[in-house]
């Protein structure tokens, strides 16, 4: 029987080894399924559907029609990135609740970290961002 690591002597959770580095600036940028848009994903789990990654968009690009089915967390690292209700710009925070729908867009380009619970259904039928990049 294992135990679990709650459970552990604090010098065993010390030496258990359950931090996963990422390098993202050694990672290249991937294509998205959206023109002008990449990704470097610093985290998926397909089984629960949670994910973590940067995007860049180009001056333009767009992010089609799409609702978030989880909870969506976005902080603007550079530019903005705006949809009908605001503008996100660089060092700051949105969060959108399940269920929120829009077309979110950069005008003059921006580079986010995005964090979801529930990969996002697009209308077109595109897949998820960290879903296309990761198969």
Request: negative net charge; charged residues 15%; aromatic residues 6%.
């Amino acid at each position: 029987m294992t135990a679990k690591l709650a459970d552990l002597p604090l010098e065993q959770k010390l030496a258990s080894g359950h931090s996963h580095l990422v390098d993202a600036a050694a990672m290249p940028w991937q294509p998205s399924p959206f023109p002008g848009i990449e990704v470097k994903v610093l985290y998926n789990d397909p089984a629960s559907g949670l994910s973590t990654m940067l995007v860049k968009l180009e001056p333009g690009a767009s992010v089609p029609l799409h609702e978030h089915v989880g909870l969506e967390q976005t902080y603007v690292l550079e530019g903005s990135l705006e949809d009908h209700e605001c503008a996100v710009t660089a060092g700051n925070f949105c969060w959108r609740d399940a269920g929120s729908i829009h077309v979110a867009h950069a005008p003059n380009g921006a580079l986010v970290l995005a964090m979801f619970t529930r990969p996002n259904r697009f209308y077109d039928e595109s897949p998820h961002m960290a879903d296309a990049v990761t198969a």
